[in-house]
T-cell receptor
Framework: DAGVTQSPTHLIKTRGQQVTLRCSPI?????VSWYQQVLGQGPQFIFQ???????GRGNFPDRFSARQFPNYSSELNVNALLLGDSALYLC?????????????FGDGTRLSIL | AQRVTQPEKLLSVFKGAPVELKCNYS??????LFWYVQYSRQRLQLLLR??SRESIKGFTADLNKGETSFHLKKPFAQEEDSAMYYC??????????FGKGTKLSVKP
């Protein structure tokens, strides 16, 4: 089992640009969540998707958007990048969004904004 | 408000000493709590969850609803326990709400 895979591992962008991050969940997992982790902090919830529908949204601006595909993989898009968007972006998958299902995390994408 | 507080940024102990990593939460309703660990250069991974009432790698955590705490304990720390530990609460949207984390350093 490959676990949750994310791409790319590192990314450097400049202010104002747009970025797309990708995530493939563990086989059989239908729920994908995105988190932002800035240095010195715990991960902060951005989105949760289940069966291609948004099931939850954290306190992030509309510049952040996401989607989930029929194969349950997911993309996170961030527009008009700001310096403050520099962070590690984590994807987590679970069998479903509720109940007692734990979330399994990927290695993350390190995004640096210049 | 749904919140997780880990009051210690860094905890340093000697090998063989007991360890307690503190976690307090704020949640109205029946909480679901987790401990995640991140070893150096590895991904965040689930250590244990209160609903399983299990012991993983010698660690245990008991949910105390009266004190709204879920402290992580181990009677005898090992050097390989050195890592970043995050306490997390299942939020109302099914998301995880993390504390800021505690870095555990076990010295030889």
């Amino acid at each position: 089992d490959a676990g949750v895979t994310q791409s790319p591992t590192h990314l450097i962008k400049t202010r104002g640009q747009q970025v797309t991050l990708r995530c493939s969940p563990i086989s059989g997992h239908k729920s994908v969540s995105w988190y932002q982790q800035v240095l010195g902090q715990g991960p902060q919830f951005i989105f949760q998707y289940y069966e291609k529908e948004e099931r939850g949204r954290g306190n992030f601006p509309d510049r952040f958007s996401a989607r989930q595909f029929p194969n349950y993989s997911s993309e996170l898009n961030v527009n008009a990048l700001l310096l403050g968007d520099s962070a590690l972006y984590l994807c987590a998958s679970s069998l479903d969004p509720g109940g007692n299902q734990p979330q399994h995390f990927g290695d993350g994408t390190r995004l640096s904004i210049l | 408000a749904q919140r997780v507080t880990q009051p210690e940024k860094l905890l340093s102990v000697f090998k063989g000493a007991p360890v307690e990593l503190k976690c307090n939460y704020s949640y109205s309703g029946s909480p679901e709590l987790f401990w995640y660990v991140q070893y150096s250069r590895q991904r965040l991974q689930l250590l244990l969850r209160h609903i399983s009432r299990e012991s993983i790698k010698g660690f245990t955590a008991d949910l105390n609803k009266g004190e709204t705490s879920f402290h992580l304990k181990k009677p005898f720390a090992q050097e390989e326990d050195s890592a970043m530990y995050y306490c997390a609460l299942r939020g109302s949207q099914g998301n995880l709400i993390f504390g800021k984390g505690t870095k555990l350093s076990v010295k030889p």
